[in-house]
């Protein structure tokens, strides 16, 4: 990924991840959400020509010590963290699982079980408040971690790696599932094509 950010195209078609997440929803989530977030992104470094070569992935790691009013900062944050989170939710998911063994059995290893896994992923995902993340994340030690994040705060903030994420803003599941927020969830692990 480099400035100016563009979508990415999905690695499968709208109707792709049917009848868990419907195609309606999906061309609007990238080609309207996403598109906004990274329209927004390189609205911001365009004021920074010096950061436009540097991977986002860093910048979102040293957000913190960057030479910028506190408003850019958090228009980066924001619109960064929504390009970056909303990149690797495309391709986390798909039409045909394509199951990471190693990742299997690194999961089971730091969490007990398959079972006790999911439902720390799916506890996180319905217990955050508003919108946001329900994250699987590598930290800087390689030690696997569950947690989940507010709007689009991305796991690079903490210095963290992520796997994968379910998105719980209502724009990924509210034209099929309205308010049935533990549904979208339910269904979604069935989208995942990793484990």
């Known amino acids: 990924m480099n400035y100016p950010y563009k979508i990415p195209e999905l690695p499968y ?7 868990y ?13 996403h598109q906004t977030y990274v329209n927004k992104l390189n609205d911001v470094l365009a004021k920074y020509p010096s950061l436009q070569e540097q991977p986002l992935e860093d910048l979102m790691r040293n957000l913190n010590t960057l030479e910028m ?23 986390v998911m798909g039409p045909e699982k394509e199951v990471d063994t190693a990742l299997v059995k690194d999961i089971e290893m730091a969490f007990g079980s398959m079972e006790v896994f999911k439902k720390q992923i799916t506890d996180n995902a319905l217990n955050r408040f508003g919108s946001g993340w329900s994250w699987l994340v590598k930290d800087a030690s390689g030690v696997l971690k569950a947690y989940s994040t507010p709007n689009q ?11 994968f994420g379910i998105d719980v803003w209502e724009h990924a599941y509210y034209l099929k599932y309205q ?4 549904e979208y969830v339910e269904n979604w692990w069935h989208a995942l094509k990793l484990i």
Do not use: F
Not at 69 to 76: E, G, R
Not at 78 to 88: A, I, M, T, V
Not at 179 to 182: A, D, K, L, V
């Open 69 to 91: 009013p506190d408003a850019d900062k958090t228009a980066l944050k924001n619109n960064g963290g929504g390009h970056l989170n909303h990149s690797l939710y495309w391709q």
């Open 179 to 182: 308010n049935r927020r533990p």
């Open 21 to 33: 997440i419907d195609a309606a929803t999906m061309e609007i989530h990238l080609t309207k959400h």
């Open 153 to 163: 705060d991305s796991p690079y903030l903490n210095n963290d790696v992520p796997i």
């Open 13 to 19: 078609g709208y109707g792709g991840l049917e009848p």
